[in-house]
């Protein structure tokens, strides 16, 4: 069972069980051991000094071929409206279960509030709480699934979102040139640009070592915008979850993660980033996601295919068909993975009743 809010598990001395991780998908790197692999790419003057373009889009490129991930700074969001926007999600956070759980939407409700996440099939919970609104296109909007307090919020996360849509909008041009094609490629095949924003807070854990804030994925949109605290707990691997790097936290930037889409449109010659987020007990964390999605009836298919190179997809199919197709896959291998365990253990149990019906002489021998 999932409980309804983190409030009470938070003053727990072990952790609540639900929250408990198998042991290959537990922390394998600290969330303060920082890496500095991910490059911090300034977009200074990207639209006004003669030769910054191209160097900057080298970078992005270089960082989009390699990891999928990448961080930007002046980047031209104003630094009180990004300060604004985050102390009034930490005092969303702040409020009595009560008051969150007005926006509960366990219930399937699209928008408000919910611990952990909302994918069918899950058996492990994530240890976190998310508010999440969708802000674009305007006419999806509905205000009653955003919190109305503390006050003031709702105003802050329109500019928000409209800011950060104009800078979606900016890296996707450089990866449309990049690539090869108009500026606009892109972001015309999102046809009617989707935006959802998600604002994940980790509280402190009891037990970080056995559990996930936000278990290994990859996000299924074009790209995501992500602004973190100073706290740290972002990973991202590129050896299938083998070894793990922590993206280091820089002030005011933006961690730029490549989605399904993205890689897809791209032909596979853009990664699209493997990551996760993990916890700890002195601290808790807070990031704000911004996913830019092409519309559901957008068409994925490489906008790109190099000589010599085969499409990474058999034919065009929907965005919506592609999000069905990643979800049945990832239900398919939690089924799999929930099977062999059961496995695992019946096997042990038959060894054990084996060993216990053989003579003596036959076991120590
Ligand atoms: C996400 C995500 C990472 C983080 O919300 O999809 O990957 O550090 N978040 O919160
Ligand atoms: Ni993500």
């Given at each position: ?10 003053e ?14 537990r922390?394998?790197?600290a969330y ?15 639209d ?5 373009r191209?160097?900057?889009c ?6 989009c071929?390699d990891w999928?991930v990448?961080q930007v700074v002046?980047?031209g969001?104003?630094?009180?409206l990004i300060?604004?926007?985050s ?7 702040a409020l ?15 928008g408000?509030?919910?611990?952990s996440s ?15 609104y969708f802000?674009y296109?305007?006419r999806?909007r ?8 503390p006050?003031?919020w709702?105003?802050?996360?329109e ?8 800078l ?5 041009e450089?990866l449309?040139?990049a690539?090869?094609l108009?500026?606009e ?31 290994r994925?990859?996000?299924?949109g ?8 100073q706290v740290?707990?972002?990973q991202?691997?590129?050896d299938?979850?083998n ?6 936290p ?7 993660n ?8 791209s ?5 699209n ?9 002195n ?26 190179e ?5 034919e ?5 068909e592609?999000?069905r197709?990643?979800?049945?896959k990832?239900?398919?291998l939690a089924?799999?993975?929930?099977l062999?365990?059961e ?7 038959n060894?054990k ?13």
């Open positions: 069972m999932t409980p309804k809010t983190l409030t009470a598990l938070v727990e001395k072990t952790l609540h069980g639900s929250f408990v991780r198998d042991e290959d998908e922390p394998k790197v303060n051991e920082f890496s500095t692999e991910i490059p911090v790419i300034s977009l200074a003057g990207i006004e000094v003669e030769g910054r191209a160097e900057i080298k970078k992005i490129v270089e960082a071929e999928g990448f002046d980047h969001v104003d630094a009180a300060s604004n926007m102390r009034l999600a930490r005092e969303f956070f009595p279960p009560e008051e969150k759980l007005r926006f509960d939407m366990s219930g399937g409700k699209k408000g509030f919910i611990v909302h994918l069918q099939g899950e058996a492990v919970n994530d240890w976190r709480e998310i508010v999440t802000s296109p305007l999806h509905d205000y009653s699934r955003w919190p109305d307090k006050e003031g709702i105003a802050v996360t500019k928000y979102s409209e800011k950060l849509m104009g979606a909008c900016k890296l996707l450089v449309s040139e690539m090869g108009e500026k490629a892109l972001t015309k095949a999102c046809v009617d640009m989707d935006q959802k924003v998600v604002i994940n807070y980790y509280p402190k854990c009891p037990q970080p070592d056995l559990t996930l804030g936000l278990k994925h990859t996000d299924p074009t790209i995501t915008l992500l602004l973190q605290d740290g707990g972002l991202a691997t590129r299938g979850g070894t793990w790097i922590t993206v280091q820089v002030e005011g930037a933006f961690v730029v490549l989605g399904d889409h993205g890689h897809y449109l032909n596979g010659r853009f990664k980033a493997d990551h996760q987020a993990v916890v700890n007990s601290y808790s964390r807070l990031s704000i996601a911004t996913f830019q999605n092409p519309a559901p009836e957008a068409t994925v298919y490489p906008l790109k295919i190099r000589e010599g085969k499409s990474i997809l058999e065009p199919i929907t965005f919506a592609m999000y197709r990643k979800m049945s990832d239900i398919e089924r799999l993975k929930k062999a365990k496995k695992q253990l019946q096997d042990l149990e060894a009743h084996h060993d216990q019906s053989k003579p003596i002489e036959r076991i120590v021998a």
